[in-house]
């Protein structure tokens, strides 16, 4: 196996005995096993690199379970401290597991999907909906992600429509690129770089000023990994809550007040990695003002909405639906109408689970604008 | 026959309830215990293996752990149930393989009674996701140990658990009003639906504190409160244990009614205190804590701090009272709490005012002359009307490489520790339970009076399928 960093090792040996975190794991609540939370995944860890074991395919799959969503950091009362780091354990096994040819096959098949099409559902870039675009220069560049840009156009519609509003001149990327993102978490990261720099290299052909992201695992990819891989970025970097806030307070976006309840769903990429939670509120509460509830999570104790789980059991996004229900419940409890989602993934995984009207931020902004 | 029982649990739980895989096995071969800790930290390079379950299941309800028992039973296969696996006796470990019953999957909250102020829920439920439900609703059980975000209500039931605020509110057993269990042979009763009753012995006590041995809760009613208006402390310094132990009884026999008192021995207030809340004192810390009304709690606090005046205790204040109820659990997370490769082991213990300090003495000065390798902290964290609980702890940096070693040792400080501490007036356990650690030592503790619980055993579980190895039933 491959020699284990001492960060990793840290988060190990912190780990592997602790079952603090454990109610917050939303993987353990899906399957009820304990190889499922971050205890159980430290100690197969454990025993593979620091117990001279090797992997087998039910632990390799243990590790494939796990969504990413670093729920178990927010609840650690040591992390400040220690710095233990469970994400970043799991990505550094599943690039082990990679290294070693280990991976399972439905992760295979994703990984051949986003190397040959671009996306991880094997589907023809003739079906998203930047496949007809014309690029042209201009000071902005609206980046959709595989979510909005194969499943859910109606994301892209309203936030075309919001700019054209505003008339802002904009581009898209004609049958735009995966950022490698989805690769990097699946633990290819050499395919995921060769990736990033195609996607870099068509950001900089663009020649934008600000580059304005739906999908939050982009936006994390763009913020985080690309500085990390050396991939320099000259433009600005908003999320389109930012983008829309930005709108708002310089008075050009103007929304209607609505009388409906409305939540919002937290992204743990957005959130937890990148700190963003105060920019979808603010554009919420321009128009649902004292109307904007709390679900009993949120800001970094947010309940995942899925948006990294890839795979589940073997499974490729059969598990999404019973994140989104736990959300849909808690939207419920407060007697929401209205949630508002910061991703494809987290609209799809809620919508499928509760009669209330789930819809992206930009939708939500679209359809109050004056 | 490994593949016809296979099927067999299958048929009743469902195939992706039911599971041979490898990493599972491994996973329910490690609790809290530190032997099974240790166990797995040293496999490297070592010849070691760890007895692990043959199928790990995942019922649904109590028509299905009926079920599974009735195949357990007629195969003879063991039976080990498992709620959170963060105890640290043992008592969850599947010491002679056979069936783990995991019971996460019946978490279900069933009804909220807001008149009779009481909650029924599955006891698979992690106990914080039923708190965070009843908070909701501005509601508590008040039963809040550190292992609540970990443990499940059934585990607390299986080991009589307790937690910060047991003064007032009472142990696990103290909140339960009835519970549904499925006995060895797989039959579903119920027991009485209130428990203060003059209709012969309580059925709810012979089931709470067995560990898996007896059957398995699977349902259970329990009292609920609303939560209190204000919630204060106030902490001191005493310039030693014993005065601090004297401002705890005073606490509890002038009828304050304090849902907190925590004293720390001298040396655990250097150690562990400084560690935690960077309190850096001489002497023994306690913090008292009050909760209910406004008025009564400034009445309370008012009185407690009188008495701590009296006895000449160095206010801390209140800030740095609230800064332990804010940082409560902080201490059972790592890097703060002990971890290998240290050995070390949680000595709790109750006993009535009178022997109490004998008992810390006596557990103290066995620890520290017969093993000079080992430190002795304790505190004080749980009182009685007529006693309080030690959660007295022993500490070795660095224990023998050999894992028999080590393990001899540690089963020696335990022996000694707890027979000085049974002499003196205490008994093995106050709220973690008996387990595989302590098996051996149970029939000595009951003496003459065991074979009364042993003959309950061989009733209920005439296969003795139940949690073999545990609770000094041996097989």
């Known amino acids: 196996m491959t020699k284990i960093t001492q960060n990793n090792i840290d988060t190990l040996k912190a780990c592997r005995y602790c079952p603090m975190c454990r109610q917050s794991c939303p993987s353990e609540f899906i399957s009820y096993r304990e190889s499922d939370a971050p205890r159980g995944r430290a100690i197969l860890l454990h025993s593979v690199y620091l117990g001279g074991k090797e992997f087998d395919s039910s632990a390799i799959q243990a590790i494939y379970n796990c969504f990413l969503c670093g729920a178990c950091k927010s609840w650690c009362s040591g992390q400040e401290l220690g710095g233990y780091d469970i994400p970043e354990l799991i990505k550094f096994a599943r690039r082990d597991i990679v290294s070693h040819g280990l991976a399972p096959q439905s992760v295979q ?29 201009a000071d902005v560049l609206y980046i959709l992600g595989e979510g909005v840009n194969y499943t859910n156009p109606e994301i892209a519609e309203a936030f075309i429509r919001i700019l054209g509003h505003q008339q802002i001149q904009y581009t898209l990327l004609k049958d735009e690129p995966t950022s490698g993102k989805e690769l990097d978490l699946l633990g290819y990261r050499k395919e995921a770089q060769e990736k990033a720099k195609n996607m870099a290299g068509r950001i ?77 509120r603010e554009v919420v509460r321009a128009s649902a003002g004292e109307n904007f509830a709390e679900m009993q999570w949120h800001h970094e104790y947010l309940q995942s909405a899925g948006e990294a789980a890839f795979t589940f059991d073997g499974s490729a996004f059969k598990r999404g639906e019973e994140l989104g229900r736990k959300i849909s419940i808690k939207a419920e409890d407060i007697n929401a109408e209205v949630i508002v989602a910061l991703s494809a993934t987290a609209k799809n995984n809620i919508a499928a689970t509760t009669g209330l009207r789930v819809m992206d931020i930009v939708e939500f902004a679209a359809n109050l604008m004056v | ?37 240790m166990w797995h930290d040293r496999q490297a390079g070592r010849d070691i293996t760890r007895p692990m379950a043959d199928f790990i299941v995942h019922p649904a309800n109590a028509e299905e752990v009926s079920k599974v028992l009735k195949v357990a039973n007629n195969y003879k296969i063991p039976v080990t149930t498992w709620g959170g696996g963060s105890g640290s006796q043992g008592g969850a470990l ?15 909250i069933y009804k909220i009674d807001e008149k009779s102020m009481t909650v029924e829920v599955g006891t698979g439920i992690i106990h914080q996701t039923l708190e965070w439900e009843l908070e909701q609703k501005g509601l508590s059980t008040m039963h809040d140990p550190a292992s609540a975000r970990c443990a499940t209500v059934g585990g607390f039931i299986a080991h009589r658990g307790t937690g910060v605020l047991s003064t007032k509110y009472g142990k696990i057993e103290d909140m339960i009003v009835n519970m549904e269990v499925v006995l060895p042979t797989g039959e579903i009763i119920n027991t009485l639906p209130v428990p203060k009753t003059a209709c012969g012995p309580d059925l709810n006590q012979i089931f709470i504190g067995s560990e898996g041995t007896l059957g398995v809760v699977t349902k259970v009613t329990l009292t609920i409160h609303r939560l209190p208006e204000s919630r204060k402390f106030r902490a001191f310094i005493f310039k030693d244990l014993s005065t601090g132990l004297r401002v705890g009884q005073r606490l509890i026999s002038e009828n304050l009614q304090p849902s907190v008192i925590r004293l720390y021995s001298e040396n655990e207030t250097k150690e562990v205190i400084k560690k935690v809340l960077g309190i850096e004192k001489t002497g023994a810390y306690l913090v008292y804590g009050f909760d209910g009304k406004q008025e009564m709690v400034d009445l309370q606090m008012k009185y407690a701090k009188a008495i701590a005046d009296q006895e000449e205790g160095e206010d801390l204040g209140t800030e740095l009272g609230a800064e332990w109820w804010k940082n409560r659990y902080k201490f059972f997370f790592p890097p703060y709490m002990f971890h290998l490769p240290q050995c070390f082991g949680t000595l709790d213990t109750v006993a009535t005012f009178s022997d109490i300090e004998n008992v810390y003495n006596a557990m103290k000065e066995v620890v520290e002359t017969r093993y000079p390798m080992a430190r002795f902290i304790g505190h004080f964290s749980h009182w009685f009307p ?71 055993k061989k009733s209920l579980d005439p296969n003795s399928i139940m949690n073999p190895g545990k609770l000094g039933f041996g097989v």
């Open chain 1, 109 to 137: 098949e994703i990984r051949n999907s986003l190397v040959e099409n671009d996306n991880t559902r094997n589907l023809d870039s003739k079906l998203s909906c930047t496949a007809l675009v014309v690029e042209k220069t």
């Open chain 1, 204 to 280: 900089k052909a663009a020649g934008c000023k600000t580059i304005v992201v739906s999908d939050p695992l982009v936006y994390d990819a763009l913020k985080n990994d690309y500085p990390a891989w050396g991939l320099k970025l000259e433009s600005e970097i908003l999320h389109v809550s930012e983008y829309l806030l930005s709108l708002i307070r310089s008075g050009k976006l103007k929304l209607k007040p609505t009388q409906m309840k409305v939540t919002l769903a937290d992204s743990e990429f957005l959130g937890r990695n990148n700190g963003i939670y105060e920019a979808p």
């Open chain 2, 1 to 37: 026959m490994f593949d016809m029982v296979l099927f067999e649990l299958q048929d009743i739980a469902g195939k992706e309830h039911v599971s041979t895989r490898a990493s599972d096995k491994e996973v329910y071969s490690i609790d809290y215990f530190w032997i099974s800790e």
């Open chain 2, 94 to 108: 599947p010491v002679f393989g056979g069936i783990i019953l995991d019971t996460k999957r019946m978490d279900k």
């Open chain 2, 386 to 456: 007529w006693g309080c609980m030690l959660y007295a702890r022993f500490i070795i940096e660095t224990p023998p490489e050999d894992p028999h070693e080590a393990i001899y040792l540690h089963n020696s400080i335990w022996n000694d520790a707890l027979r000085a501490a049974m002499k003196a007036g205490g008994v093995l356990n106050e709220h973690h339970g008996i387990g595989l650690k302590l098996s051996r030592l149970t029939p000595e503790l009951y003496g003459n009076s065991f074979q009364i619980i042993k003959n309950l």
